[in-house]
C-alpha cells in the first residue's frame, strides 16, 4: 500500500511540475482565466485558510473571528470603492455560487428570466441546467441581434410585454460589446421586473474604467474574481441597498457555509492591486485585444465583429468552420503550446457543442505579464502558421518557447514575480 501510494504522489509531483512548466512555456488565451501575482499567492497561503467563519463580520457561529472580521470588512469596503456599490457580499466562492444566490434574491419558482442563449454568449447557469433551473426560473432566450452581435432591444420590449419576466439576465462569457444595460433597466422599471448582471468576463475592465458601468443600472452584479479581475478564484455580489438582506441570506447560509478565508485575503490584495494599477492594466488589456482582432484579421482569419471594429473587451472571436472548426482549431493550437478553446458562436446551434464555429482569445492574461500590440502581431503570425501547417509543429512550438521567455513576469502588481516556476524548489523538498 505504501509504494503504491508512493507512486501515486510521485505521479501528482511529476503532473504539478509539469503542468507549471507547461504554463511558462505557453502562450495562455483562455478568456475566463488570469495570473495572480506573488503577493496576491503569499496571502492564500496564510493560516486564514485553516480557520473557519460562520455568519456576518461581528456576528460569527465561532470564536476566533476577530481578525477575520477585520479582513472582511475590509474586502467588503474595498469592493464598495472599487465598484461604487451600495452594498457587496464577498462571500461566495465561485461565480456559478454567487449566480444561484443572486436568483434565489430576485425570483420565485416558477418565474420567468430572460438570458442570453449559450451561444449567443450567456453562461450555463444563467439557462436551467444550473444557476437558474435550481431556482426553479423559466428561462427564455433574449431576441440576438446578429449584426449587432447584441440584444435585440425593440424585439426585448415586445417580448418582455408579453411574458413579464422577473429579471433580467445580462453578461456573458463570450463578450464583445456592452449589452444595453440602460435600456434593459427602463423595460424592466416598466413591468417591475429587476436587471442582474453578471460582470465575471469584464470585473477587472470594470474596475478599470474601460467597460460601461452596469452597476447604476442594475439590482444585482454577480461576478467571478478571476477572469479580467486577477484575484483567486472566488466571486462577488454587489446590489442596492434595499436587497442586501436577501442576497446576504441567498448566500449565508443559502449557497456558503465557510467561505474560503484564505482566498478570502488575496482577494484583499488583488482588489488594492486593481486600485493601485487597474486602470492601466485595463486600458492596455482592451488595447491589445483590438490589435490582436486587427493582426487575425489582417492575416485573412474570420475575426467576429469587423463592422464594429471587433471588440470592446478582453476577447475575440473567430469563426474557424473553413479551418474544420473550433476543436480541431483548439486542439492543433494546444500542441504547439497555444492555449485557447473552442466555443460556440452566435448563429451556432447547441448540437454544434462539441465542434462549434468558433475559437474565443482572451488577451487578459498575456498583458498582465506585459505583452504589448507588437506580441498581438507575433501571436497572431503564430496562429496563422499552425492553424495553415505553415511550418512544423516543432518549429512553431519553438517559437512560442522564445516569444514567452521574455514575459514570465506579472506586471500590474505589487512585485513583479516570477509566477510560473515559483513552485520548483518546494516540489523539490517533499
Ligand atoms: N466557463 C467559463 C468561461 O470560460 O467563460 C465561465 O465560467
Known sequence: MLEE???LFKEFKK????????????????????????????????DFG????????????????????????????????????????????????????????????????????VPCGGHISHHRFSAAGIRGVKVINYPFDMEELNIDVEETKKLAMKEKPKVFVLGASLYLFPHPVKEIEEIAKEIDAKVMYDASHVLGL????????????????????????PGPQRAIVLSKKELSKKVDTAVFPGVVSNHHLHSLAAYVVSCMEMIE????????????????????????????GESKG???????????????????????????????????????????????????????EVTRIGMKEGEMREIAEVMWNAINE?????????????????????????????????????????
Open 310 to 364: 471587433f471588440t470592446e473587451s478582453h476577447q475575440v472571436a473567430v469563426d474557424v468552420t473553413e479551418f474544420g472548426g473550433g476543436d480541431k482549431v483548439a486542439k492543433k493550437l494546444e500542441r504547439v503550446n497555444v492555449i485557447l478553446n473552442k466555443n460556440l458562436l452566435p448563429w451556432d446551434d447547441l448540437s454544434k457543442t462539441e465542434n462549434p464555429s468558433g475559437i474565443r482569445i482572451g488577451v487578459q
Open 15 to 46: 503532473a504539478v511540475k509539469d503542468h507549471h512548466e507547461f504554463f511558462a512555456d505557453s502562450i495562455p488565451l483562455i478568456a475566463s482565466e488570469n495570473v495572480t501575482s506573488l503577493a496576491v499567492r503569499r496571502f492564500y497561503l496564510t
Open 206 to 229: 470594470i474596475a478599470g474604467k474601460e467597460f460601461h458601468d452596469p452597476v447604476p443600472h442594475s439590482d444585482v452584479v454577480t461576478a467571478s474574481t478571476h477572469k479580467t479581475f
Open 390 to 430: 505553415k511550418k512544423s509543429e516543432e518549429k512553431i512550438r519553438e517559437e512560442v518557447k522564445d516569444l514567452k521567455k521574455e514575459f514570465t513576469k506579472v506586471h500590474y502588481s505589487f512585485d513583479e514575480s516570477e509566477v510560473y516556476r515559483i513552485l520548483e524548489n518546494f516540489l523539490n523538498g517533499i
Open 277 to 304: 494599477f487597474g486602470r492601466d492594466y485595463a486600458k492596455q488589456t482592451v488595447k491589445n485585444a483590438k490589435a490582436l482582432a486587427e493582426s487575425l484579421h489582417e492575416l485573412g482569419f474570420k475575426v467576429i
Open 5 to 7: 501510494a508512493r507512486n
Open 50 to 117: 485553516c480557520r473557519y467563519a460562520e455568519g456576518k463580520v461581528g456576528k460569527r457561529f465561532y470564536q476566533g473571528c476577530d481578525y477575520i472580521d477585520v479582513v472582511e470588512d475590509v474586502a467588503i469596503k474595498l469592493t464598495k470603492l472599487l465598484f461604487n456599490a451600495e452594498h457587496a457580499n464577498v462571500q461566495p466562492i465561485s461565480g456559478v455560487t454567487a449566480n444561484i444566490a443572486a436568483f434565489f434574491a430576485l425570483a420565485k419558482p416558477g418565474d420567468v428570466a430572460f438570458s442570453l442563449s
